[in-house]
């Protein structure tokens, strides 16, 4: 489990994590953390944190987000706040790094979250956006969906895909 202080680094994207309090040490209140995205940095796949809020604080650079009302830029100064159960993805569209204070609340498993998205990048076995295989979805999404559910395909799809991906990779 990632502590305070500790640094996660997905060698595919480039996005850094950095531990600013880690829900240990919040009583899993809040997670805390610095990210460090790349310029171009792929868009993640549109997804929703059904019992989760984020918050995040521009600290350098800017990034793209998209919301169910459309695009916009996040700059340096800004803050924005995503409801629990909202759509979004956010990446850095920019030229230069964009750097970002991000909180969850309450923190959940996130911790372990990324740290297993980043393992798997580490191995190789992410697309370029950083997207694991059907496999690894098909595990993953059921172990994290109270944390984090991609919103395509719809929900009943995604339930019947991975079940059968889980079975045949057994």
Known sequence: MARTGDTLINP???????????SSDTGGALLAMEATYRPGSPEPPEHLHPSQEERFEMIEGSMRVRLTEGLRDLRAGETLVVPAGVRHSMWNAGGTEARLRWETRPALRTEYFFEEIFALAAQGRVNARGVPGLRDLAVLMPKYASEIRVTHPPQFVQRVVFGVARLVAR
Not at 12 to 22: D, E, F, I, P, Y
């Open 12 to 22: 595919v994207t480039g996005m850094r994590l950095r531990m600013l309090q880690a």
